[in-house]
């Protein structure tokens, strides 16, 4: 995080500003002015893995303050102020609170086994399931690989083959433990008499 304060001459051009995501440029200017106190509160959050928006990539912007990597720049000019009381300008960056395990940040070169098998054989399942894609759509909303919501619009898509293609697509972007559940259903006896199919797509499967 950066902090600059600066003041420009009387008839000196505004500064120009430039920020990335998660950066803030502050350059507010107050003149004359009387009150009991004065709060200026900046806050941002930084998100891992986030990146710079508005420009190529390797291409710096131009401009008299620039901002990145979830920094804070404050340009901001009082003059003239009387303040009865404290003055609070507070600058504060904290790290995004989402849970952990609540998205997966892995890379696509590195997924894991599951995530791969099942990409590997998106055709062949898509096939195989649609043949009953209620079925397999009850199985895996009850073991909450899918939410409620992805459930219901799931299920109202009129295509066998559209629901089991979208439900796969969704099941791969969640990651290796939604995939490794997924393939765990695949082997349960209920569902291998269902769809019978899925003993030759399985049988080489660890």
Not at 19 to 36: F, L, P
Not at 111 to 127: Q, Y
Not at 152 to 167: A, R
Request: aromatic share 2%; glycine share 4%.
């Amino acid at each position: 995080m950066s902090e600059k304060h600066s003041s420009q001459p009387p008839g000196a051009p505004k500064p120009t500003m430039a920020a990335d995501a998660g950066s803030v440029v502050s350059a507010r200017e107050i003149e004359n002015v009387k009150a009991k106190s004065l709060t200026m509160n900046i806050k941002t959050v930084s998100v891992p893995g986030s990146q710079p928006s508005g420009n190529a990539v390797g291409q710096a912007p131009q401009a008299d303050y620039i901002a990145s990597g979830c920094s804070v720049i404050c340009a901001d000019k009082i003059c003239d102020t009387t303040i009865d009381g404290d003055i609070d300008l507070s600058v504060s960056v904290n790290s995004s609170q989402v849970p952990a395990g609540t998205r997966d940040e892995t890379p696509p070169s590195s997924k894991g086994a599951a995530v791969k098998m099942i990409t590997e054989h998106k055709v062949e399942l898509i096939e195989c399931l649609m043949a009953d894609h209620s079925f397999i759509l009850q199985h895996v909303h009850a073991k909450h690989i899918v939410t409620d919501r992805q459930y219901q619009n799931l299920k109202h898509i009129s295509q066998p083959e559209e629901t089991v293609t979208n439900l796969i697509d969704q099941i791969i972007l969640k990651g290796q433990r939604s995939c490794s559940l997924f393939l765990e259903i695949l082997k349960e006896p209920d569902v291998l008499r269902t769809f019978p199919q899925l003993k030759e797509i399985t049988k080489n499967w660890c």
